[in-house]
């Protein structure tokens, strides 16, 4: 066999590979979608929960959802994208570099539900914060630091030496050449890492069941003061989170509707994140273009 | 005299991008400490309360590990509580395994698709369809792998379709995006000139592919499977559906099994903190952390074999 | 660069301001007396529902009612974490627990039943022969006269509350061999309804058209029988306390022990009434009747 039918057949493999994940992941999200788009409403999106009768909605764990998403990324993002800074243009490459890394690599493997009590039992009993969307952020931030830190220095490395010779050359520190060079270049793949994790909060339940906490009260959509209970930016309420909804209803829901609620809630989910998929990516686009051509 | 003092200190202050360097370098050390000591209090938390089953409830390490019956509940004839853990190691060391070595093939290729062959129909289609299934819930992927998967293996195998096949059907799943999107981003940082170089020395697509671009992209394809696995390795609650999430040692692929992450989050909730039973489950979280360090080194191992190659 | 400065530094004194604001104008009512209630997720429904009632009709207070489990509920009511701790089990029946430290209040009754897939062939099985079938010497529908299909059988995980009653009243005392194990009643009820041969338990508002009820001895778990213990398997709901109530915690407790929740949210989420009860349980098991009422 020639090198030029090989190239052929693998090259076909190739497609043949792609096609096939293509073809699972399109019959998965076909599969939660079809099921749950048709109990969508607009009464669905918006109502408050209901703990035992039919017709509850899921208006406030679908804005908890996002507000703990971005309390999350607030908290997570600066500290992974530190670390990430330190670990790939400054740190030496020796055992210590090598040891962080790998313990940080072994704490993603840890199951959400250990990273939940350990927050259950520092942030919500011993530092008094309650179940509340700060427990619930502090948590995420624990689960959501690895795989981030990971994925921003994977980004760093995608940015070419040239670059950064570059700038040292025209008399720029290493910080200044990071901030100034590497980092506005390396924009659309940290952006890829920053979607990945936004993708897992939003997914997970474990780690908040025990510390956001899995009640909804109600919230008051008028109130835009943080200092109060009722107010949806307060940050000391307990708030359950889409993905914990799922879970709940599943495991212990009662309502008749239980089923068409579970499935409705994953189409919005999917949603949700496909839309904020898009958001990202067109803000990272135009952050990339305004911070490379200036 | 005047002025050449002031000059000297002018000349030995610090210029304002030196004082810059020093702020970014201390504030990005300051991050990466943080993250040092987040792991360090995790593992530590872990580690004394896994620890305290052999200290405070004198359990003796081997039973542990080499005892095929979890009861902790329940004292066994021995007259001591049953805690062996071996059919949770095995079954969450087979499924971990297993689910990589269906995916890393897939994702890999995939990611190859994306980055070579076709980026303009990687970025429109897949990118965005990968990154989309990391967010859904393990719940939902929990329920559609009992209702697709468990009735599919049941009728292709027989059993009652709940075990270590099942689950790794799901967790393939499950860790693909996560996987792939991380090897795309490996196989990006090979500088072009690589690619460029071989196309020129007159190597097919193909050899370029595998020659080069793979060789040069290992550490990073091997980090995208190292977190792959450690994502199937963490994964509990969907593989607690289809696994069957009986601790009973594996006979095949298709009877039902358990993983350690599936019983720590089924018991942890009803067992009392500080009791052996609940000590016993933090045990488990600690035999998680050993093997998945176990499972990195292994993988670092092989990486650099392959890097040297 | 000077003018950038200007600018971040406005924009701080504004946020400053408003968050002072802010501050000074919240609703100190809310700020009131709050209690929070962690345990069992069987018994978060009621106690969350009835903690909105009781929020609605008394402003300025906040009952925050989470899950995590009758283990994660009593270990915290027993650290003074919480004010109430949420649980399926006697606190004596909890390993671990000092219970002579807890004051128990009795909510709720609930009943389990038996459920197995639809395909079973089976309605109704001796005490006897579910023990046989828990305890593995069965293997086969067959030998108890149902379809010709292997018993599946899936259990509550070790410590749930519903296990422990099902084994000690169910199964009188028995225990179940190392099988499946879940740890929810939705879970189960889904694994039920969907794989063939499957037996498990669950309370008996879980139980729908996807799954089959047993009766046992030809008793039905109806909630009449579970009143005059005719249906042993059956047990409490409990709110537990460190020690005698004050203040909001024992208003709470009192306001989901009267009629006013016990006639309506109760039997709304399909728990019985304690007051319905003619006979009474103490942790030991033991049965004495009470006058009813």
Not at chain 2, 152 to 157: P, Q, V
Request: proline share 4%.
């Amino acid at each position: 066999m020639n090198s030029k039918t090989q190239n052929k057949i693998a090259i076909g493999g190739l497609y043949g590979i792609a096609g096939l994940v293509v073809l699972i992941l399109l019959a998965l999200l076909g599969y939660i979608l079809v099921s749950g788009v048709p109990q969508l409403s607009w009464h669905f999106l918006t109502a408050p929960g209901k703990a035992f009768l039919k017709g509850g909605g899921v208006g406030i764990q679908l804005y908890n959802s996002f507000y703990l998403l971005i309390l999350a990324m607030l908290i997570s993002f600066p500290i992974a994208l530190g670390a990430a800074i330190y670990l790939y243009e400054y740190a030496k490459d020796n055992w210590v570099t090598t040891t962080i890394r790998t313990a940080i690599e072994i704490l993603s493997s840890l199951p959400s539900v250990v990273v939940g009590l350990f927050g259950f039992l520092f942030f919500v009993v011993k530092l008094h914060l309650g179940f509340s969307i700060l427990s619930g952020a502090f948590a995420l931030t624990f689960f959501n630091l690895p795989l981030l830190t990971r994925s921003i220095e994977d980004s760093l490395r995608t940015i070419s030496d040239v670059q950064r010779e570059g700038g040292l050359a025209l008399g720029l520190s290493r910080w200044e050449t990071v901030t100034r060079v590497i980092l506005p270049a390396a924009v659309p793949s940290i952006l890829t890492g920053v979607i990945l994790s936004a993708g897992r909060v939003f997914g997970e339940a474990a780690a908040l069941i025990y510390t956001a906490g899995q009640s909804a009260p109600a919230l008051d959509f008028t109130d835009w003061n943080p200092f109060n209970i009722s107010s949806p930016l307060n940050p000391m309420r307990p708030a359950e989170t889409l993905a914990v909804h799922i879970w709940k209803i599943n495991s212990e829901g009662i309502m008749p509707d239980a089923k068409a609620i579970s499935s409705g809630s994953s189409a919005v989910l999917v949603i949700a994140i496909l839309l904020f998929n898009f958001a990202a990516r067109y803000l990272g686009k135009r952050l990339y273009k305004r911070l490379t051509s200036a | 005299m005047k002025t050449t003092e002031q000059l000297e200190a002018k000349l030995k202050r610090r210029s304002k991008a030196a004082k810059l360097e020093i702020w970014g370098r201390l504030i990005s050390l300051t991050a990466l400490m943080l993250i040092v000591a987040v792991v360090v209090a995790i593992i530590g938390f872990v580690a004394s309360k896994g620890i305290a089953t052999f200290t405070s409830n004198h359990v003796s390490l081997w039973d542990f590990l080499s005892g095929k019956s979890w009861n902790p509940g329940v004292n066994g004839a021995n007259g001591k509580p049953e805690v062996g853990a071996l059919p949770m190691i095995v079954g969450s060391f087979l499924i971990t395994i297993l689910s990589a070595i269906v995916a890393t093939p897939f994702a890999i290729g995939t990611a190859v698709f994306m980055n070579e062959i076709s980026p303009n129909k990687g970025a429109k289609i897949l990118q965005p369809v990968t990154e989309l299934l990391v967010g859904i819930p393990s719940v939902v992927y929990g329920f559609i792998g009992l209702s697709v998967v468990v009735p599919t293996t049941r009728a292709i195998f027989g059993g009652s379709g709940f075990g270590i096949l099942s689950g790794t059907c799901v967790l393939f799943v499950m860790i693909l995006p996560t996987v792939t999107s991380m090897s795309a981003d490996a196989l990006r940082a090979v500088p072009r000139y690589y690619r460029e170089a071989s196309l020129a020395l007159g190597a097919t697509q193909w050899q370029t592919i595998y020659k080069v671009v793979l060789r040069a992209a290992t550490p990073g394809l091997m980090t995208a499977v190292v977190f792959g696995m450690a994502r199937a390795f963490g994964e509990a609650l969907a593989v607690q559906m289809v696994i069957g999430n009986a601790a009973l040692m594996p006979n095949s692929l298709v009877s039902p099994s358990a993983t350690l992450t599936s019983v720590l989050t089924t018991g942890i909730g009803n067992t009392v903190m500080g009791s052996l039973q609940n000590n016993a489950l933090w045990s488990l979280a600690l035999v998680l952390l050993f093997m998945s360090l176990v499972f990195n080194l292994i993988i670092r191992l092989i990486g650099r074999k392959g890097r040297l190659q | 660069m000077s003018k950038k400065r200007w600018v971040q530094g406005l924009v701080l004194v504004v946020l400053v301001a408003l968050g002072f604001y802010a501050y000074q104008t919240r609703q100190v009512s809310h700020a009131g007396e709050s209690i929070t209630a962690v345990g069992s997720t069987a018994l978060q429904p009621l106690v969350e529902a009835a903690g909105e009632q009781y929020t609605g009709e008394h402003l300025g207070t906040f009952i925050n009612v989470q899950g995590g489990g009758t283990g994660t509920g009593l270990s915290q009511i027993q650290e003074g974490a919480v004010q109430i701790g949420n649980s399926d089990l006697f606190a004596a029946e909890q390993k671990g627990i000092r219970a002579k430290e807890l004051v128990d209040h009795r909510v709720a009754v609930v009943g389990i039943t038996p459920i197995v897939n639809k395909k079973v062939g089976v309605k109704d099985l001796s005490t006897h022969q579910l023990i046989q079938v828990f305890t593995g010497q069965v293997t086969n529908w067959r030998q108890v006269g149902g379809a010709d299909l292997p018993i599946v059988l899936i259990n509550r995980a070790q410590g749930s509350g519903t296990r422990a009653t099902f084994e000690q009243f169910g199964l009188e005392k028995h225990r179940s061999k190392t099988s499946q194990e879940q740890d929810s009643s939705g879970m189960v009820r889904s694994i039920v309804a969907t794989t063939p041969g499957a037996i498990s338990y669950v309370a008996f508002s879980y139980v729908d058209k996807t799954v089959q009820d047993l009766s046992l001895n030809h008793v039905a778990p109806t909630e009449d029988n579970v009143t005059t213990n005719r249906w042993k398997v059956w047990s409490y709901e409990h709110l537990y306390t460190k020690g005698q109530p004050t203040g909001l915690t024992k208003a709470f407790i009192a306001y989901v022990q009267s009629p006013a929740v016990q006639n309506t949210l109760v039997r709304q989420l399909g728990y019985l009434s304690p007051n319905q009860m003619m006979v009474e349980r103490n942790a030991t098991g033991q049965i004495t009747q009470t006058e009813g009422n």
